[in-house]
């Protein structure tokens, strides 16, 4: 019994919470709402977006940054207008045409970037196209008017996870990787050294002495030289017989 006491508290807790946590969002829009200001009020100048500039009624044109109506989802037909706010020009979307959705293929004619779909050729924000990264045949979604297919300017809307924008490696990286793909070398296993024999070295063999005997040094033998030394013999008369 405790046990479904305890389920049921738990329930109404869980309601209260989901409750107040809507009441809380209801709140917090319509405070957006009322600090929102209000452009259509403020003086400006007004015109309807071609896909790359604001044109008023009297045919005047304005270029709109790349970057706002590629974030901004411009499509062909929208109202804008052109406002100072704190000295400095803005454009602001005033009006939203009635959109359609369509699935196409990127292609790129003359250095510029299209979408090709069923309903037809449409040119591309060149800035939405390089910042997600879009090569040719990469097929994605785009925005034109309800009531103007014939429209020759299509927004960006969604693509594939495959072909969303990827960070360009720099240099630095580009090396690490290289580095990181070259297979590290296992060092060679070290071969054990062969142990020899210890084998003592031959002791050089002696000449053996001769004797003493002979070892003695012999007398040089001096030769005598005989001469004749000047010595006058006398003869005597016996002799010269």
Known sequence: MSNNNDFY?????LD???RDFHTARKI???LEESSRKDFRQVPGVEGTFDGFYLVTADGQKFEVPANYSAKSRLVFGDTLKLIEDEGKQLFKQITKVDRRSVEGVVNKKDGKWYVLADTGSYRLNDKAVEFHNLQLNDKITVLIPEDN???PYAAL????DAVKKVEVPTQKDEVKEKIVEKPIKKPEAIKPVEKKP??????????PEKPKADREAKPKEQKVESRQEGVTQILSDDDLR
């Open 16 to 18: 209260n919470i989901d």
């Open 157 to 160: 809307d969604k693509v594939p």
């Open 9 to 13: 508290k738990l329930k109404k807790l």
């Open 149 to 151: 297919l014939n429209t």
């Open 198 to 207: 210890f084998r003592p070295k031959p002791k050089p063999v002696s000449k």
């Open 28 to 30: 917090l829009s319509e």
